[in-house]
C-alpha cells in the first residue's frame, strides 16, 4: 500500500475527531450555550447534513484541480473554521461553523477515496478503503476519548482547539506526500458521471448505506447520556466507552478491508443482520454495565465492518463515476448521520427516555435489510465461485 494513502488516513484523523467527538461534549455545550442536549446533538447533525449538501458539490468543484490540491484546500478551512467554533459564545454561529467544517469535510473526503483508490489499484480497493476509513476509526479510539477527556478537564473548547492543532500535521504530510499531477479522470464528462450513477441496485446500496449510518449515529450521538442515565455510569467513564467504541470499530474496519473481497455477499448480510440484532440487545440492557461494555465494543465493530463493506460495494457499482463515486458514498453515509440524531432526539423528546435511540437504531437496521435484499435483487447472481465478483457494476439501467 503507498505511504501516501496513509497520509489520507491520518488527515482523516482529525476530520473523523470533529465529527464524532460531540458525543462526548453534549453536556458542557448544553450547559455553556444555555441549549437542551437534543439541540446540541443537532450540531452533530449539522455537520452531517453539511457533508451531504458538500460531498457532490465540492467534488464537481474540485474535480479538475490537482488533486493535493484540493485536499490541502479542503482540510485549511477545515482547521480554520474550529478556531471560529473554539471561539464562539453564539450557538447559530458554533453551527453555521459546523457546517462550513462539513462542506470541507466533504470536499475533502471525496477527493481522498477516490485518490486512495486510484493510489492502491484494482486489486486493493476496500484495503484502500479501510485504510482511510481507519482514520476514523482510529478517532474513535483515540481522538473521541481525548476529546471528552479534554472537555471534561478545560470545557468543550479546548476539543475544538486540538482539533485545529491536530490537522496542521496532516496539512504537512499531504504537502509532502500526494502526487501533484492532476487525476487522469479530469476531462471527463461529469454528465457521464452522473448517468453512471443511476442505477437501480447502487441506488438501493447507497440507501441501505444511509440507514446502516443512520442507525449507528442514532445511538452513538447519545451515548454519554445512556451511559450516565441509563446504565448509571458516572461522566469519568463516558471516555472509556467512546475509546471502547473506537477500538471495535478499528477491530471492523481492519478485518473488512482484508477479508471483504473474498466474500463480499455473505460477510456484508452477516454484518447487517448483526447490528439489528445488536442494537435491540443493546437497548434491552442499557441498564447493565456489563452488558453495555461488551455492546458497545461489538456494535462499533459491526457498525464500521460493515460500513466499509458498503463503500467498498459502491466504488465496484459505480466505476464509471470515478470522481462522484466517493462523493456520493460519503453523501449518502451522512444522509444517515443527518437523520440518526434528529430522529433520536425526536424520540427523547417525546418522552420515550434514553434507550428511545438504541430502539430507534434497531427499526433503522430493520429497514437497511429490506433495502439491502432488493439491492440484491437488481444484480445477477454470482457464478458458484465467484462470490468476489457479486457486486461488480450493474448498466445504469439497473
Same mark, same amino acid.
Do not use: K
Given at each position: 500500500m503507498p505511504f501516501s494513502v496513509y497520509a489520507l488516513g491520518l488527515a482523516v484523523f482529525a476530520q473523523g475527531t470533529s465529527e464524532f467527538m460531540l458525543s462526548g461534549l453534549l453536556s458542557g455545550i448544553s450547559d455553556d450555550l444555555h441549549v437542551s442536549i437534543p439541540a446540541a446533538a443537532l450540531l452533530t447533525s449539522a455537520f452531517a447534513v453539511g457533508i451531504v449538501i458538500g460531498a457532490p458539490l465540492m467534488a464537481l468543484l474540485g474535480r479538475n484541480w490537482p488533486r493535493r490540491r484540493a485536499l490541502l484546500f479542503f482540510l485549511c478551512v477545515f482547521a480554520a473554521v474550529h478556531v471560529i467554533g473554539a471561539v464562539t459564545s453564539s450557538y447559530g454561529l458554533l453551527l453555521a461553523t459546523r457546517v462550513v467544517g462539513a462542506l470541507a469535510n466533504a470536499g475533502f473526503w471525496a477527493v481522498a477515496l477516490v485518490t486512495a483508490v486510484a493510489l492502491a489499484g484494482p486489486g486493493a480497493r476496500a484495503r484502500a478503503t479501510s485504510v482511510v476509513v481507519g482514520g476514523v476509526t482510529v478517532a474513535c479510539v483515540a481522538g473521541v476519548p481525548a476529546g471528552a477527556w479534554l472537555g471534561a478537564q478545560w470545557g468543550w473548547r479546548a476539543a475544538f482547539w486540538a482539533v485545529a492543532l491536530v490537522s496542521l500535521p496532516a496539512i504537512a504530510v499531504i504537502a509532502a506526500a500526494i502526487p501533484a499531477?492532476?487525476?487522469?479522470?479530469?476531462?471527463?464528462?461529469?454528465?457521464?458521471?452522473l448517468r453512471s450513477l443511476a442505477g437501480r441496485g447502487l441506488q438501493l446500496t447507497l440507501?441501505?448505506?444511509?440507514?446502516?449510518?443512520?442507525?449507528?449515529? @442514532?445511538?452513538?450521538?447519545?451515548?454519554?447520556?445512556?451511559?450516565?442515565?441509563?446504565?448509571?455510569?458516572?461522566?469519568?467513564?463516558?471516555?472509556?466507552?467512546?475509546?471502547?467504541?473506537?477500538?471495535?470499530?478499528?477491530?471492523?474496519?481492519?478485518? @473488512?478491508? +482484508?477479508?471483504?473481497?473474498? +466474500?463480499?455477499?455473505?460477510?456484508?448480510?452477516?454484518?447487517?443482520?448483526?447490528?439489528?440484532?445488536?442494537?435491540?440487545?443493546?437497548? !434491552?440492557?442499557?441498564g447493565s454495565p456489563a452488558a453495555v461494555f461488551v455492546l458497545v465494543l461489538v456494535?462499533?465493530?459491526?457498525?464500521?465492518?460493515?460500513?466499509?463493506?458498503?463503500?467498498?460495494?459502491?466504488? +465496484?457499482?459505480?466505476?464509471?463515476?470515478?470522481?462522484?463515486?466517493?462523493?456520493?458514498?460519503?453523501?449518502?453515509?451522512?444522509?444517515?448521520?443527518?437523520?440518526?440524531? !434528529?430522529?433520536?432526539?425526536?424520540?427523547?423528546?417525546?418522552?420515550?427516555?434514553? +434507550?428511545?435511540?438504541?430502539?430507534?437504531?434497531?427499526?433503522?437496521?430493520?429497514?437497511?435489510?429490506?433495502?439491502?435484499?432488493?439491492a440484491r435483487a437488481c444484480r445477477p447472481a454470482p457464478a458458484l465461485g465467484s462470490g468476489a465478483h457479486a457486486y461488480e457494476q450493474e448498466s445504469p439501467s439497473g
Open positions: 499531477g492532476r487525476p487522469p479522470s479530469a476531462l471527463a464528462s461529469a454528465h457521464a458521471e440507501l441501505t448505506s444511509a440507514l446502516v449510518q443512520g442507525a449507528t449515529f @442514532c445511538a452513538f450521538s447519545y451515548l454519554e447520556p445512556i451511559a450516565t442515565h441509563v446504565t448509571g455510569f458516572g461522566a469519568a467513564w463516558v471516555p472509556a466507552l467512546l475509546a471502547l467504541f473506537g477500538v471495535g470499530s478499528f477491530i471492523g474496519v481492519a478485518v @473488512c478491508g +482484508r477479508i471483504i473481497d473474498s +466474500r463480499p455477499v455473505a460477510l456484508t448480510a452477516a454484518g447487517l443482520v448483526s447490528l439489528a440484532v445488536g442494537w435491540a440487545l443493546f437497548a !434491552w440492557t442499557a456494535q462499533g465493530m459491526l457498525a464500521f465492518g460493515t460500513g466499509t463493506a458498503l463503500i467498498s460495494h459502491v466504488f +465496484r457499482l459505480a466505476a464509471g463515476a470515478p470522481t462522484l463515486s466517493g462523493s456520493f458514498a460519503t453523501a449518502a453515509f451522512n444522509v444517515g448521520g443527518a437523520l440518526g440524531p !434528529w430522529i433520536g432526539g425526536l424520540a427523547i423528546d417525546a418522552g420515550f427516555g434514553f +434507550r428511545a435511540p438504541l430502539w430507534v437504531s434497531a427499526l433503522l437496521m430493520i429497514l437497511a435489510l429490506g433495502t439491502a435484499g432488493a
